[in-house]
């Protein structure tokens, strides 16, 4: 309790530099305060709260920054990355027993073959020292590098037994990647914290599979959750035009991209007429239109009784954040927050139990219930 309570007085301490307050009010009547807390950040991909009470950026430009004491310091000796469309430096998180191990683990678009052929998502860890990355260590790179700039994926979390997930989106090769568990792509994978492939992974033994697979048949996987009860892995997914998809994680199964999808092509054609096939995978939700899912959260604070065993979804393309009320494992009603404050990129919530939410082209609010 010491610890949480230093903390908390840590962050009231430094986030008093806020900006900018704008009221809104929900449906039910409930009104709140989005409050500037970090200004002038163009994409912040990623962020992570240190135990000092500062916050961890990565700037989808291939910044590292540190929020502290009202000002912001940019981290050396960060890795090159491949800064096209939607690649760049990526998503943040700190392992769970980071005060002990100062672990920093970050995904980022790179090339660690030092060939002409573009990029594909990498799983890096590093210490913080003196505002400098030590330490690195490459975990894991997807390959083939490839010079398209979409479907990084790029969502890191643990789950409640310390194993390290994350995402990597189907990379623009959509018929060959997600339904090959030979390839990497259009996956969610499953590690131990030091990079190392689990034994009970679902296709260690399978001749010429991925190790480190742990699901397949996903887009692009932009939003990553452990529930804080059951300790399941949820994600979001972004569908084409239409199809994004909510699920629960589970080992070894297909969740059906690109042989069945709720969504069509861009330019209005159709992927398949299959929305269902056996040995296949529903989603618990999913949005038609597409609302271009990144970032997501559960609410575990009691700053917010009203909202509190829901999760939070952003919204990049109507530019809110989405209240996603659930029952047990079904999604019961949306509600919309913070509607015309801009692309949603990432959610967390804070050691100080406040919300705290990355806005492109503006920065990180903190929502404050009145």
């Known amino acids: 309790m010491k610890k949480i309570s230093i903390i908390v007085l840590c962050l009231s301490f430094f986030l008093t530099q806020c900006q900018k307050k704008t009221e809104f009010k929900t449906d039910g009547n409930y009104s709140y305060k989005a409050e500037t807390v970090v200004d002038g950040l163009d994409i912040a991909w ?46 943040l998180k700190l392992h769970p027993d980071y005060v002990n191990n100062g672990w920093i683990y970050f995904s980022f678009s790179g090339n660690t073959e ?48 310390g194993y390290l997930f ?22 969610i994978y499953r590690l131990n914290d030091d990079g190392s492939i689990p034994s009970d992974n679902p296709f260690v033994t399978k001749a010429g599979a991925k190790a480190a697979v742990y699901s397949y048949g996903h887009r692009n996987p932009q939003g990553m959750a452990m529930h804080p009860k059951t300790g399941k892995i949820w994600i979001h997914e972004h569908g084409p035009q239409g199809g994004d998809e909510i699920n629960i994680i589970k080992s070894g ?60 979804v952003g919204s990049l393309k109507f530019q809110y954040l989405d209240l996603v009320y659930l029952d047990d494992e079904k999604v019961v009603k949306e509600e919309k927050l913070m509607e015309g404050m801009g692309r949603v990129r990432t959610v967390k919530v804070g050691p100080d139990g406040y919300i705290y939410v990355s806005v492109e082209q503006l920065g990180i609010v903190r929502l404050i219930p009145n």
Do not use: C
Not at 49 to 72: C, N, V, W
């Open 166 to 187: 994350f995402s990597v989106g189907d990379r623009g090769n959509r018929d060959v990647n997600p339904q090959s568990i030979n390839r990497d792509g259009g996956k």
């Open 46 to 91: 990623g962020m992570e709260f240190l135990p000092d009470g500062s916050i961890l950026i990565a700037e989808q430009e291939g910044k590292m920054l540190l929020f502290k004491d009202g000002k912001t310091t940019q981290i050396k000796n960060i890795p090159e990355v491949f800064y096209k469309n939607q690649g760049g430096l990526l998503d």
């Open 114 to 161: 030092n060939d002409d052929e573009g990029a594909n998502t990498t799983i890096m860890r590093a210490q913080l020292k003196d505002n400098e990355l030590v330490d690195k260590e490459v975990l894991y790179k997807a390959t083939p590098n490839t010079k398209k700039g979409h479907h990084f994926g790029s969502r890191i979390e643990f789950d409640k037994d």
């Open 253 to 312: 199964l297909n969740y059906g991209w690109p042989l069945i999808t709720y969504g069509i092509n861009y330019n209005g054609s159709t992927i398949t007429d299959d929305t269902d096939l056996p040995g296949m995978e529903q989603p618990l939700h999913y949005w038609v239109p597409s609302i271009a899912p990144s970032g997501m959260v559960f609410i575990d604070s009691d700053r917010y009784p009203e909202w509190k065993g829901n999760i939070l």
